[in-house]
């Protein structure tokens, strides 16, 4: 799709998302649209979103994005943090790429914040792991159509401490020009009721901030640990904007994954 080298290429449009991009306007388009933005307290300042297809949980992933479109031409960088479903990971990865693309067009990577991470303790610089990793990319198109232009800081974890997480993404976080994202699902493959249970249980860790989370409450655990961990210095709330599994959405109810999606904002 763009020839450039150094630019990292969609590895999930017309799987997870339409490859189209008239069509992926209008998908996004419609999802936004059909959410109604919650009101909060405060402008959030970091938020946890699903990444599975758009079909199963764009609706979830729909209800932050309603509300990071009303940051738009206040927010310029995005600090985007989500687990390694393909590559071995210790610690955390930046791209070595200089922007990533989608079918609505390419997103810079922030250099300067890059420049300051690569070489902190427990980060690397490789491309390996995001060339087919989907829960980042899928977040993109949602973010070019709310915010226009902005910088990326795409962060994917491996095995890491919720600590070293905090500690990155406080490095990175150093303006209120810049969001925060944990991108995430929530309980995997189990029965409809089983997974409303398990999740019910979740979402009250995460309103708490526990950063205490395991893989299979959440496969992005080790993000959602981290951004929890930094939440809690920061003093931000998190409140809860919606929560469904793939039987409310596309699948059925035998074998479900489920979503949520959540806010931080500064607690007065």
Known sequence: MFANASVRQPAVAGLFYPLDSGELRDTVSKLLADTAAKQLPASPQAFIVPHAGYIYSGSTAAAA???????????????????????????????????????????????????????????????????????????????????????????????????????????????????????????????????????????GAILRRESTLTGDQACGAVALNGLLEAARARGLAVDELARCNSGDTAGDRNRVVGYGAYALYEAH
Do not use: C
């Open 65 to 203: 994005y309603a509300l990071i479109a009303a940051q738009r031409g206040k927010v310029n960088k995005v600090v985007l943090v989500g687990p390694s479903h393909r590559v071995y990971l210790n610690g955390v990865a930046l791209p070595e790429a200089g922007a990533f693309a989608t079918p609505l067009g390419i997103v810079p990577i922030d250099a300067q914040i890059r420049n300051e991470l690569k070489s902190y303790p427990g980060v690397i610089e490789s491309d390996q792991p995001h060339r087919f990793e989907h829960s980042l990319e899928v977040q993109l198109p949602f973010l070019q159509m709310v915010l226009g232009e902005f910088s990326l800081v795409p962060l994917v974890a491996g095995i890491a401490p919720a600590a070293l997480i905090a500690s990155v993404l406080a490095r990175a976080w150093q303006d209120p020009q810049t969001l925060v994202l944990a991108s995430s699902d929530l309980s995997h493959y189990h029965s409809y009721a089983e997974a409303q249970r398990i999740d019910e249980a979740t979402s």
